[in-house]
């Protein structure tokens, strides 16, 4: 594919510092960004990081890279082990999102870094039904939200991206990311769709945007090297779908009982997960194809899927 980068290419073997090295998609990312030759350094409280220290303690985080240096800081950091089901169970992600970043962003400077870039999300754009167009990154991101609780998800999304691309020095890059599916993440559904434990609400049109993990892992190489900064970039496959249709995927490629199918309604005490099941958003991948030179090997979930069953 013939790409047209506006800025030069930085894929020369770099020493990056990775907040988040430890999660799901950190994994990930570290396995590509070693694989395209670059040094990764995680930075968490796990005894797996090099660099050990809470994100929200910024007096640990700079002792902990004090002496160190850095050409790229990259900040991919939640507090999620599991879905987030109710507002509450996304308040220390927010954070993370808040005062981790200023910390991080503190930390790069002091280690010389350049650039920074940031993982961030297309439900950005806000909760709710965007209709059919397809959203692109000059479209308003980080609405205030219609409630307290979507006000404070989203003021986490818009801040960490404002102190990305705002950080003196630093060129800051946002990755807007679907949601999550495939290696080290899909599994963890397996035994409850075999137990017909995983209710698929209906999805009455809504659907969002999936990436399959190793496919958003690439992207991040991509805007480690390639990304202009001040950018956002859209990172997702080409195939929204709804949650009960990602479900029924799941089920069909692994062989398993199909989830049963409950009113989206009964889905509103687990607030956040009704939230996003609710929302209809479709992004447009023109902008990371043409700059970063980035495309998704599985356009859906299905190709995804039944590559995540051919390799188990």
């Known amino acids: 594919m013939t790409t047209n980068r506006s800025e030069p290419s930085n894929n020369q073997s770099q020493s990056i510092l990775l907040a988040g090295a430890s999660g799901v998609l950190g994994r990930h990312i570290t396995r590509a960004l070693t694989e395209a030759g670059h040094k990764v350094t995680g930075l968490g409280r796990g005894r797996d990081n090099g660099v050990r220290a809470d994100l929200m303690d910024r007096d640990a985080v700079l002792r902990a890279v004090d002496g160190h240096h850095f050409d790229t800081v990259i900040h991919a950091v939640t507090a999620l082990s599991k879905p987030p089901l109710r507002h509450r169970d996304m308040y220390a992600t927010d954070a993370l999102r808040i005062e981790g970043t200023a910390h991080l962003i503190e930390a790069a400077h002091a280690t010389g870094a350049r650039r920074f870039v940031a993982e961030s999300m297309v439900f950005g754009y806000g909760y709710g039904d965007h209709g059919d167009r397809e959203l692109a990154e000059d479209d308003a991101f980080g609405p205030r939200g219609t409630n307290p609780e979507f006000e404070r998800h989203l003021a986490g999304m818009r801040t960490k991206e404002r ?39 209906a999805d009455h049109g809504h659907v969002v945007p999936w990436v399959e993990l190793t496919d958003a892992a690439r992207a991040m190489v991509a805007a480690v090297e390639h990304g202009r900064p001040g950018q956002a970039y859209n990172i997702a496959d080409r195939t929204p779908l709804g949650f009960r249709a990602h479900l029924l995927a799941v089920a069909e490629e692994f062989g398993l009982p199909k989830p049963l199918p409950v009113p989206l309604w009964m889905m509103r005490p687990m607030s956040y997960a009704h939230a996003i099941m609710a929302s209809t958003l479709r992004v447009s991948l023109a902008k990371a194809e043409r700059e970063l030179g980035w495309t998704p090997v599985y356009p859906s979930a299905r ?10």
């Open 163 to 201: 102190l990305t691309f705002e950080a003196p020095g630093l060129e800051g890059v946002a990755l807007r990311y679907g949601a999550f599916y495939g290696p080290g993440g899909t599994e963890n559904l397996l035994p409850m769709l075999r137990r017909r434990q995983l209710p698929a609400p």
């Open 303 to 312: 190709e995804g899927l039944a590559a995540l069953r051919a390799a188990a």
